[in-house]
């Protein structure tokens, strides 16, 4: 979905190494969220925004960390990135009501050696 | 592409067909059902959404039925196309940020 980008599509790093995923959207929606899909597994939850000063940890945090510089841009940063951070990291966005379907950017490959 | 999933199961269809998809949801308390659709290395894209009000709901070409009783969620393509390849996928939720997320299932259109 154009209206979520995510920068960048593919990334191979080093154990050790301090990574940041970057994610933007024009749906002018509140909420954002990150996600990793790792095989034979659904999207699992990393942290949630519903909005820029409003941020909170989902079910897998640890070893990540996110920055929400203003209600498009959603950050998501690895400390020092370890192998089994390997995965395909997507960003999502909802509007915040009722009916909250949630709106996936086209995700980032991420290796990490 | 990147896949997805390397032992998600799969379904094959002749092109022309229906196919259905099923999921069996987990929490009796969701009321809020979606189903998305997943390109190799593309990101999920919503298809078709219900409430838990509603036993059916149909869009183009696809229809989601919704069987509380069982807790089962399944999605019907009518007339399958080769661009209807991908893996599918339900979520679920009960009204709050937290979405439940299945491990889908990998469609496949025979020519």
């Known amino acids: 979905d154009a209206d979520v980008t995510q920068t960048p599509r593919n990334r191979i790093t080093k154990t050790g190494k301090r990574i940041m995923l970057e994610c933007s959207q024009t749906?002018?929606?509140?909420?954002m969220y990150w996600y990793r899909q790792d095989p034979g597994l659904g999207l699992r939850l990393i942290y949630y925004?519903?909005?820029?000063?409003?941020?909170n940890k989902g079910e897998i945090s640890d070893g990540y960390s996110v920055s929400r510089q203003a209600q498009a841009k959603f950050s998501l940063s690895l400390e020092s990135a370890i192998p089994n951070q390997t995965a395909l990291y997507f960003c999502?966005?909802?509007?915040?009501?009722?009916?909250?379907?949630?709106?996936f950017g086209p995700g980032t490959r991420l290796t990490v050696l | 592409g990147e896949s997805v999933g390397l032992h998600l199961p799969t379904l094959s269809v002749q092109e022309g067909d229906n196919s259905i998809i099923n999921c069996a949801y987990s929490?009796?308390?969701?009321?809020?059902f979606i189903w998305y659709k997943q390109e190799s290395g593309k990101g999920p894209q919503f298809i078709i959404d219900?409430?838990?009000?509603?036993d059916k709901r149909q869009g183009q070409r696809v229809t989601v039925l919704l069987n509380k009783t069982v807790k089962h969620l399944s999605l019907q393509i009518a007339a399958t196309q080769p661009g209807d390849s991908a893996v599918y996928f339900c979520?679920?939720?009960?009204?709050?940020?937290?979405?439940?997320f299945g491990t889908g299932t990998r469609l496949k259109v025979l020519a």
């Open positions: 999502a966005t909802s509007v915040g009501v009722s009916t909250d379907t949630q709106y």
């Open positions: 749906k002018g929606h509140d909420r």
């Open positions: 925004s519903f909005d820029v000063k409003d941020i």
């Open positions: 929490n009796s308390a969701s009321d809020y």
């Open positions: 219900i409430r838990s009000n509603m």
């Open positions: 979520a679920e939720t009960g009204g709050t940020y937290k979405y439940i």
